[in-house]
């Protein structure tokens, strides 16, 4: 976590559907945000989701890396830190989640809490890309 606690996939994961929003460079980080915002807004966690940003830095260069992290800490609200992963290992296991999108794309994983994947999205944020995404988690939270 951004927070500097550890978590891990599945076992940290809470009750409910965890709705993952994952980038693999800066640029899918910033196209990331839209997606975030609009998630939390339409799938709070009072009503069984929880919607968390990942950031894979497994490609990062290790003395780059609390560099970046940093950053990314002074532009994530003290209150949406503990709602923001860093992946530091595994980013084959990482992109085999998120689909093996496009680099610059963020992914939307939706996975219960047993880490098996309900819906998959991704690309930039549009209206139309997010009804259709949501329309997938809706049907993983009625199926689930």
């Not at 976590?1 to 994961?13: W, Y």
């Not at 794309?105 to 880490?115: E, K, Q, R, S, W």
């Not at 991704?122 to 199926?143: C, D, H, M, N, P």
């Amino acid at each position: 976590m951004l927070t500097g606690s550890p978590f891990a996939l599945p076992e940290d994961l809470p009750a409910g559907i965890s709705i993952l929003v994952i980038g693999f460079t800066q640029k899918a980080g910033d196209n990331s945000r839209p997606w975030v915002g609009r998630l939390r807004k339409d799938f709070p966690s009072a009503k069984g989701f929880n919607v968390y940003s990942v950031a894979v830095l497994a490609g990062v260069p290790v003395f780059f890396r609390p560099l970046v992290v940093n950053s990314i800490r002074r532009g994530v609200s003290p209150s949406d830190q503990a709602m923001f992963l860093i992946a530091e290992s595994d980013e084959s296991a990482w992109r085999t989640l998120a689909g093996n999108r496009l680099p610059d794309d963020p992914c939307i994983v939706a996975l219960d809490n047993a880490g098996n994947v309900l819906a998959r999205a991704s690309g930039v944020f549009s209206e139309q890309r997010y009804r259709e995404a949501a329309a997938l988690i809706q049907g993983a939270k009625t199926w689930n």
